[in-house]
């Protein structure tokens, strides 16, 4: 990597914590200069403008957050453990980033804001949704997951399930309604699954 | 109701929708006078503080949404159904506040910010939770549903899912999500409905 591109890095990595708890009307290309000892020229030699570093800065927040939440998925078998191991990940382990969810941050700092950040948002979101819609079909084909159950339906209640209990914890300051969340979504899976062939 | 008790309620309803859409930073007193026409120290004369005025509006915008989500419910019969009309309220009817739920506003706006208004949403969820548990924990008197079903988890979970739909709905513009999560919720209720005495 040239040394140019390091700087860039560097200044998305350092940028991304701060666009994720403050919100991009919250966070100033002051506060960036700051946190990097950057001088503005310098600064904006690697970004033309606030927007363009808070959209860099959500897409490595987001591929953060996607790394912890599904790091050691591929070892494991069967779609229901699949959904019930991303379930717990989310549950369990706060996010990278300072801040929290950078998709929930982002998604309510961004529904009548900034309409890059929106779009790239929306994106994250469909692209959450695909993958787990994609474990919930797969389950299907396989004979685990009852044949009336609906990818698209089960993958968007997942995600809302987990984001609201994420909101909730939060304001609680406790981690019961993640924990209740959990709860639920293993009796909801345990609703969808096939019956066990004898 | 006096004549000063009649401004200070007008100021309230003009100020709640402002305070539900901008927040507590975004809102300033300035705006208030606008939208009121009232002059600094008429404004003053009935709030002490922005803070005092941002808690009324948001138990003002509470007692509405509650109204608006509850609104028929005594004469529905049983526990399932209370849960479920509840739920269908809350996907089928807009807030009657614009900025939308003012709960995930407060909670979001508030859960790293005002301290005051960061209380009143943390009980306002309590209250919920409260008051879904009590309607799960009937049904489980009644026989209606099973005696395994936790009240506090569940109505954790309703509450979650049904804000994290909303996070959904508003971030895709679509019902799509709401929809999917309102299905979902009735695959959770069938599962803890009590199996029918034969």
Redesign the interface.
Known sequence: MKKGDLTRQRIIALAAPIFN?RGF?GCSMQDVMEATGLEKGGLYRHFGSKEELAAEAFLYALEQTVKTRTDGLDHIPGALPRLAYIIHRFVDIPSPLAGGCPL?NT??D???GNPVL?KL??KA?ADWKKRLAAIVAEGIRAGEIRRTA?P???A??I???????L??S???GSR??LN??E??LA??L???AAPVRT
Not at 159 to 165: D, F, N, Q, V
């Open positions: 708890r009307e929930l998604a309510i961004a529904d009548d929106r948002v929306r979101f609906n698209a339906q089960l968007n209640t995600i809302a399930t987990l984001e609201g209990g909101v909730l939060r304001i609680d019961e309604p209740n969340v709860a639920s009796l909801l345990d609703s969808i």
